[in-house]
């Protein structure tokens, strides 16, 4: 605590300034220059952001497209690649004949065997 009151006390004085200069000094040196390069800041980073965010949503947009284009080409090789018409109408006829032929079988009368008979 001592040495801060003789550095204090030993400091040289300055010349006597009246207080409104010194509050125009500090305006004019200081603070004019400080708001400036942080509203010149803020511009700047509202800029990048804005070109940003537009990037971004133009690359969006490319993405979307593309998926959309790959999904409905996908669609088409499925259809056209995995689903044949002929190969429907073969496992049709084959449905149909096996089902004709269980249909063929329920209505064949039942002959009792003699092991129904006994019971």
Not at 4 to 27: G, R
Not at 33 to 43: E, N
Not at 44 to 49: T, Y
Not at 93 to 100: A, F, Q, V, Y
Request: hydrophobic share 45%.
């Amino acid at each position: 605590m001592r040495v801060f009151l003789c550095l204090i006390i030993e400091a040289p004085m300055t010349l006597p300034v009246t207080q409104s200069v010194d509050v125009i000094w500090w305006i004019t040196a200081v603070e004019i220059p400080v708001v400036a390069s942080l509203f010149w800041l803020h511009w700047r980073m509202r800029s990048e952001l804005l070109s940003r965010v537009e990037q971004q949503r133009s690359r969006q947009d490319t993405d979307v497209t593309d998926l959309r284009d790959g999904l409905a080409a996908f669609k088409l090789d499925v259809a056209r690649n995995y689903v044949s018409i002929p190969y429907l109408r073969d496992v049709e006829k084959r449905l149909t004949g096996h089902l004709l032929r269980i249909e063929a079988k329920l209505d064949t009368p039942i002959i009792p065997t003699q092991k129904d008979q006994s019971l």
